[in-house]
Each structure stands twice: as C-alpha cells, then as structure tokens.
C-alpha cells in the first residue's frame, strides 16, 4: 500500500518534481548541487539588495547558501582534481575523509596543487591571486569553520556561534562570492573536461597495446 505522501517523494511525473541521483555518478552531482546553492544565494541577495528595510534574519539563509555552494565547488574540484591526477599517474584516489567534516582550510593544500597543475591565475575570481583567495578562506574558516554559524544562533556547547553583534555586509559578501562561484564552476568544469580527454587518451593507449601484445 502507498504512503499518504508518494505525492510528495516518490512522486508520479508531474510539474515541479526534481530528481535526486540523476547522473548514477553521486560525485559528478556535486556540481548541480553547488550551482543550486549559488543560485539560491544570488537569488534571494538581489531580493535582500531591493528591500532597504530588510530584516536581519533574511541575511542568514543568504550566507548559509553562498558558504555550501564554496564547499560543494571546493570539494568538487578536490575530487575531481584527484581523480585526474589519478587517471595520470595511475595511483588509487582516497576521497573518504572528504566529506567528513566542513572546515575549508584543510582543502588549500589539494587546492593550490590542482591549481598550480591546471595554472589557473584566479583571473575573473574576484580575487587577485592564490594568496588572496587562501586568506579569504581562512577569514571564512575563522567566522564559519563547520558550517553552522550562518544556520544556528548556537554551538553545541550552549555559547552564541558569533559574538555579540558580529557585523556582515551581505551584500559585499554575495558580490564576492556571485564571482568567485562562477570562477569555481568554471573551474571544475575544466577538470571534467581535462578527465574525459585524458580517460580517451588513456583508453585508447590501452587498446594499442593490447593490440600489440596480441599480434
């Protein structure tokens, strides 16, 4: 017997139904993910830019949303950057701490390795350089580390998640992170692109040699 609510999951074909797992490649998904926080965020800043007499609590959802998108786009691009980087020198990828906890800085060093092989200059990012781009990361870790300052008033151990009238300009913040976002994005893609182009090479020796070895 079907639930009361297959209507809601489950659900038959019908406007508004989205689906999850879309691709068989959970980890490609990420980057659907990361573009629908991105969105979101964009969305709702230029709502909260219109209203001059906004409210404080309509900030939040706005900074939560731009935070998950960075973190899905980092950790897309770790793991895609891993796996290339696999794909190239024939080493096994361990992505499983990757998703265990939410702090940025513990990316930086893949990061700066996939950027230095893939020489991205973070031109168009918002941010002038590698360094910089790591030191908006700190910043970000410092105010955010696990990702639930912008979601809770409160740590787990019953003090404020920020201090007594901590200040964030939201809209400087979404201008920044519209940027950089899309340059991530990009980013990724890039390493997508380079994977496929480097898993047709990598096939194609393959069938050579194969062929060789059997004449």
């Known amino acids: 017997m079907g639930s009361s609510f297959d209507r809601i999951f489950n659900s038959p074909h019908q406007p508004g139904n989205i689906v999850f797992n879309f691709t068989g490649r959970t980890f490609d998904d990420l980057i659907a993910f990361a573009d629908g926080y991105a969105a979101a965020g964009h ?16 900030g939040y959802p706005i900074l939560f949303l731009y935070r ?3 973190e899905l786009y980092l950790k897309a691009i770790v793991y895609r950057g891993t796996t290339l980087n696999g794909l190239i020198s024939g080493e096994n990828v361990d992505t ?19 950027a230095k ?17 790591a030191q908006f990361i700190h910043t970000l870790d410092e105010v955010d580390p696990e990702s639930y300052s912008f979601r809770y ?3 787990k151990s019953g003090e404020a998640a920020l201090r007594h009238h901590f200040v964030v300009s939201v809209l400087r913040f979404a201008d920044l992170m519209d940027r950089l976002l899309s340059f991530l994005s990009g980013a990724a893609t890039e390493i997508g692109e ?4 480097e898993a047709e090479t990598t096939y194609e020796m393959e069938q050579l ?7």
């Open 153 to 155: 008033p409160i740590k």
């Open 194 to 197: 380079r994977w496929e182009l």
């Open 43 to 58: 969305a709702l800043a230029e709502r909260f830019a219109a209203d001059p007499g906004h409210e404080d609590n309509e």
């Open 96 to 114: 499983d701490r990757l998703f265990r906890r939410h702090p940025f800085g513990r990316l930086l060093p893949a990061i700066q390795a996939i």
């Open 209 to 215: 040699a194969a062929e060789f070895w059997r004449d």
């Open 117 to 133: 092989q893939m020489r991205w200059d973070f031109e168009g990012s918002g941010l002038a350089s590698y360094a910089e781009f």
């Open 68 to 70: 998950h998108a960075l």
